[in-house]
């Protein structure tokens, strides 16, 4: 497919990288993004040590920490005034998506990646030979390939991603009085948080909530962090709060074979252990390697379909346990002893979830 007119809807992490593979690889790119970069968005901004390669494979160790990159090298799970804290068996990334999307951006046009930002795609329309992406502006491109990166695949004909009825995530910045070492998540009823040190003095504070959860705070996001926080007080967060739902879903093949989904678009596991950015950048580096050695459109679909559900055949099942317990304190503290011997717990976990061992 090499010399394809290609269009990336979404320029997240794996929209942004796969723009940069092919470019790379000789492809016609262009990148359509909605909003102006640099930005936030809803993320533990915590890459899953499984997506170690796929991410330093297009930004090198050296360009990460330039940007402000941490190696993350500790697990540790509270519940109330008890800790359990794990060496991690390989050191992984934290970075905000402020910094990572927009120098992965950078580099795609760098490449030679087409960026039109901020530009909203009205609909997307399909025919047997090309595609026509329809801007909010009136105007238009035409494609030979359309990739959905925008974390729902509401313009693929298949429609969006499912979303999970009873989770909501939310998602500040904050400086907290001690800086965050490692990666910390704590348990609480309805709901449960992670918490990662980034660039300049920053913490990435993200909470997967049920609807109980935020009403019992009366919808007040500060209460609710405070309630599961220890020492977090409002005065303490930079930036507002921002909010989205959480995806759950398996794949989704995409309804025309001229169109393509990656990340959340094409399926996506309860956020925890930074397996939903893990897998937009796993995601864009397999079909950037298809896209470059295939030629028959139905081959790729089948084979990236093939791919698609053999990561997800115990990733899915192990992130949605994990979050159904983090959920649950009182599971948590029935299971705390059993917590002591890795071996039965964290690693068995990590080999579900695909991280080195």
């Not at 009136?138 to 729902?152: K, W």
């Not at 500040?172 to 800086?179: I, K, L, Q, T, V």
């Not at 896209?291 to 139905?298: N, Q, V, Y």
Request: aromatic fraction near 6%; glycine fraction near 8%; charge should be positive.
């Amino acid at each position: 497919m090499r010399g394809s007119l290609v269009a990336i809807i979404g320029a997240g992490a794996g929209g942004a990288s796969l723009a940069l593979r092919l470019a790379r690889a000789g492809f016609d790119v262009t990148i359509i993004e909605s909003q102006a970069f640099p930005r936030a968005k809803v993320c533990g901004e915590f890459i899953s040590p499984a997506a170690t390669p796929d991410l330093e494979s297009v930004l090198t160790p050296d360009e990460l920490r330039e940007a402000g990159a941490t190696r993350v090298r500790t697990l540790a799970l509270e519940l109330g005034d008890r800790q359990r804290t794990w060496n991690m068996p390989e050191p992984a990334w934290a970075l905000s998506r402020r910094s990572l999307d927009a120098l992965l951006i950078e580099k795609a046009s760098a490449a030679g990646a087409h960026v039109l930002q901020p530009v909203r795609v009205a609909s997307v329309e399909y025919n047997d030979n090309s595609a026509t992406i329809h801007f909010a502006s009136r105007d238009s491109i035409d494609a030979d390939l359309v990739i959905h990166a925008d974390g729902s695949g509401r313009f693929d004909p298949a429609g969006p991603t499912p979303k999970a009825k009873s989770l909501v995530g939310l998602k500040c910045h904050a400086r907290p009085n001690r800086p965050i070492r490692g990666i910390r998540m704590r348990s609480a009823a309805g709901v449960y948080c992670g918490a990662i040190g980034i660039e300049d003095g920053l913490a990435t504070f993200a909470m997967c909530a049920t609807p109980q959860a935020l009403t019992a705070h009366k919808g007040d996001r500060d209460a609710l962090l405070a309630a599961v926080w220890p020492g977090f007080t409002p005065n303490q967060r930079e930036g507002p709060w921002m909010t989205s739902a959480v995806a759950r879903s398996r794949y989704t093949r995409p309804g025309h074979p001229r169109s393509f989904r990656i990340g959340n678009a094409a399926a996506a596991v309860d956020p925890v252990g930074g397996e939903g950015i893990g897998l937009a950048l796993w995601s864009a580096a397999r079909l950037a390697e298809l896209l470059e050695t295939e030629t028959d459109l139905r081959a790729i679909h089948d084979r990236f379909a093939t791919l698609y559900k053999r990561r997800l055949r115990t990733r899915l099942p192990a992130c949605r346990s994990a979050a159904e317990v983090l959920l649950r304190p009182r599971l948590v503290r029935a299971l705390w002893p059993l917590l002591s011997v890795p071996s039965l717990t964290v690693r068995p976990w990590y080999a579900l979830t695909g991280k080195p061992a």
